[in-house]
């Protein structure tokens, strides 16, 4: 298989960790409950009067995209792909509850009209005036690998130059509490984040290089084995891999990986949100950017589905 | 790139009943289907809908689903429709299989139903994570005989099912699948029921696509898929093509968050952009299956938009969303369906209503049913709530 032409230009955040503050700089975050979004001045990215009315989600969404797209010198990209799990579950929230408590009249559809998901990557949309390429993956855990897999096919083919591409998740006591009873967020601190990176098919520039995205529901080993091969790589080329797995609570679920390697977690930094490998993969650019991995692998984990994306670094060594 | 993407399979299921041949034998009939709730504990017990006539315990019979299972509405439809797609396309279970879902709604029925009892209880906490509308994807792809390898939700408003169907269109280009199932799924909820009448876009009688005096549009709900695969891949199986995802292309109108631009701007390049992957000339296409809601909105910025791109040249233009109502994630899915309908019966459904032309529009809709229609391509548009505009081409395998 030939090199993949699919590289990050910059990236961007804003989560439990100082807005916008390199991977580097991250600090482990609280243990255990809600753990919101350390939010920045947003002044300086949305006027006042817009920024009133806008929701976390889509503020942080805008904020984060104007910060990658300045980092990279593009002004608008060819397409903006998202990937949510839970989209705009405030504004959802907040109509919904109306209506279950109230009931089906006098119903102000201000809420509906910004409870899709797809309300982030419109808004960022209109926000630039971008007419491009734009499609949004609701797809619980694995939401943002399959936006970065639409992201990566289109840009392999030749089908785009380059893509925003952002992963967003706005956390709410309701919901939290909700999926905290459901035990999807096993006992660890919930948090939020939007995140965007500036893919693109040409190098120039770049900070690291996305290698492949393989997700597999049904035949985990085979699939990476199958990937690694097709990059001629054997395990000893990775090395550093970095997983979805928390303080060993899912440490079954990675024991299929190989002892000795250097593996590193992400969520200690990110918290539990649904999006939250996106921070994973924040952590992986800069460690590929400032040398500190050659090849990198991101292993994600959710409902009996693997997600490995495979990194490299640009650095001459 | 007409012949490349191949349709070899499809099922169906909305208010015009369930399967391939009842659609066709409903877009055929006077009786249109499109009526008020009777399966949505609603209040606005006036307000015209197409609800897929089944009661949730009717569908886990019909899809056979395994009634411990609590499952949303929409993974309900989705088994029925994919079940049938995977069916027909006979495909071998061997093959590499992915499952592609446009829906928004996800488990939203479930939710809205038990929050007031979420809140005050711990009873029902195995039913929270119905919520995520993976759930409700990865419910049906369970459901199928075939191991689906990859899984994924596509939740673009309005054009979800588009662009499922788009995305499942590259993931076979890109030959890491065999087969893709791709299409969407949505029932109606009180949420988004209750959401677009505070918009006040709901026609209180049977919506009127394009007609000058339209009031609004009319919610649906249904769920279809189509099954894709290469040529060579149909070919080498020797599976009957059904007919040619040929184009495809998906645009932001990036105007309003829930209004159309007025010159319908991302609706003209979706169009133009399905038509430049197709490599067609506006003058290709026999027959549009319009977005074509029925609000003041959606049918003058899209006629505007078709009046830039075919002129005076306009081919036959209809919305069936007169006989299903518009059935949001899922109207991709289920307009592409019954577009392969059209090209395997060589007819063009009504436009249904259609009285008196728009002022401002240079066309008029098919306002009767046209039969021995030759069919080589139909343009099959699907346009979103934030502007999200995907239009595909659908093309007769005898060219």
Same mark, same amino acid.
């Given at each position: 298989m030939s090199k993949s032409n699919v590289y990050i230009l910059s990236a961007s955040q804003i989560s439990a960790?100082?807005?916008?503050?390199?991977?580097?700089d991250f600090l482990p975050i609280g243990s255990r409950g809600m753990v919101p979004c350390k939010e920045p001045d947003y002044k300086s990215f949305i006027s006042p009067m817009v920024l009133r009315r806008m929701s976390s989600v889509l503020r942080r969404s805008i904020a984060v995209t104007k910060d990658v797209l300045k980092k990279a010198g593009i002004?608008?990209?060819d397409a903006i792909i998202t990937g949510t799990g839970l989209g705009c579950i405030s504004d959802t929230e907040s109509f919904l509850l109306k209506m279950v408590k109230e009931?089906?009249?006098?119903?102000?559809?201000s809420k509906f009209i910004t409870s899709t998901p797809n309300t982030i990557g419109s808004q960022i949309a209109i926000h630039l005036g971008c007419n491009g390429f734009n499609s949004t993956h609701l797809h619980d855990g694995l939401a943002f690998e399959n936006a970065m897999l639409e992201s990566f096919l289109l840009l392999s083919r030749g089908e785009l130059s380059n893509v925003l591409l952002c992963a967003a998740d706005q956390l709410t006591e309701t919901m939290y509490s909700l999926l905290d009873r459901a035990g999807i967020w096993k006992d660890l601190p919930s948090s939020e984040a939007s995140v965007a990176f500036m893919l693109?098919?040409?190098?120039?520039?770049?900070?690291?290089?996305?290698?492949d995205v393989v997700i597999s529901r049904n035949n985990h080993l085979r699939e990476l084995e199958r990937m690694l091969l097709q990059h001629n790589l054997?395990?000893?080329?990775?090395d550093t891999i970095i997983t979805s797995d928390f303080g060993g609570m899912e440490s079954n679920e990675f024991a299929f990986l190989p002892q000795g390697k250097r593996i590193l977690t992400y969520k200690q930094y990110s918290?539990?949100?649904?999006?939250a490998s996106a921070i994973g993969t924040y952590i992986a650019c800069g460690m590929l950017e400032s040398n500190k991995a050659q090849k990198m692998l991101l292993v994600n984990y959710c409902r009996n589905t693997y997600s490995f994306t495979l990194f490299s670094s640009l650095c001459t060594n | 790139m007409y012949g490349q993407i191949a349709i070899t399979g499809a099922g169906i299921i909305s208010a015009l009943g369930v399967g391939l041949g009842q659609t066709y034998d409903g877009l055929l009939s006077?009786?249109?289907?499109?009526?008020?709730?009777?399966h949505l504990a609603t209040i606005h017990t006036n307000l015209p809908c197409g609800e897929v006539d089944f009661s949730n315990s009717q569908l886990y019979r019909l899809g056979a689903v395994d009634t411990s299972m609590v499952l949303p509405r929409s993974s309900l439809l989705g088994i029925v429709a994919a079940r049938q797609a995977e069916e027909s396309a006979g495909?071998?279970?061997s093959c590499r299989i992915a499952f592609i879902n446009g829906t928004t709604v996800g488990g939203m029925d479930i939710t809205e139903g038990y929050l007031l009892k979420y809140l005050e209880t711990?009873?029902?906490?195995?039913?929270?994570?119905?919520?995520?509308?993976g759930y409700s994807t990865d419910a049906i792809a369970d459901s199928l005989s075939s191991s689906v390898a990859f899984s994924d939700t596509i939740s673009t408003a309005c054009s979800a099912a588009a662009n499922a169907i788009a995305f499942g269109a590259e993931l076979i280009l890109s030959g890491r699948f065999d087969v893709v199932i791709a299409g969407g799924v949505e029932c109606i909820t009180k949420f988004h029921f209750n959401g677009f009448n505070s918009l006040m876009i709901?026609?209180?009688q049977p919506c009127r696509p394009f007609d000058a005096n339209r009031r609004g549009l009319n919610l649906g709900e249904g769920a279809a898929y189509l099954v894709l695969e290469s040529r060579e891949h149909a070919q080498s199986r020797k599976a009957p093509i059904k007919?040619? /995802?040929s184009g495809w292309g998906n645009s932001c109108d990036a105007y309003h968050q829930t209004a159309s631009s007025p010159d319908g701007r991302g609706a003209l390049m979706a169009m133009q952009k399905a038509l430049a992957k197709a490599v067609?000339?506006?003058?290709?296409?026999?027959y549009i299956n319009a977005h074509?809601?029925?609000t003041q909105n959606n049918d003058l910025s899209e006629g505007v938009a078709l009046m830039e791109l075919?002129?005076?040249?306009?081919?036959y233009v209809g919305s069936t969303k007169c006989f299903t109502?518009?059935?949001?994630?899922a109207a991709g899915a289920l307009e592409a369906v019954i577009s392969l309908l059209c090209i395997e019966n060589s007819f063009i459904p009504a436009n249904l209503?259609?009285?008196?032309?728009?002022?401002? /529009?240079s066309f008029s809709p098919v306002s009767k049913t046209l039969t021995g229609v030759e069919l080589r391509h139909i343009m099959s548009n699907s346009f979103g709530f934030g502007g999200n505009d995907t239009s595909l081409i659908i093309s007769s395998p005898q060219l």
């Open positions: 960790q100082e807005p916008f503050c390199a991977a580097s002004e608008c990209p009931g089906e009249t006098m119903l102000n559809p693109s098919s040409n190098s120039h520039n770049a900070v690291a290089r996305i290698d054997s395990w000893e080329d990775i918290g539990q949100f649904l999006t | 006077d009786n249109c289907p499109i009526g008020v709730p009777k495909f071998d279970s711990d009873e029902y906490n195995n039913l929270i994570p119905l919520h995520l509308a709901l026609d209180n007919a040619y /995802l067609l000339r506006a003058s290709d296409i026999d074509g809601t029925g075919f002129g005076e040249k306009m081919p109502g518009h059935a949001t994630s209503r259609f009285e008196q032309k728009e002022p401002a /529009l």
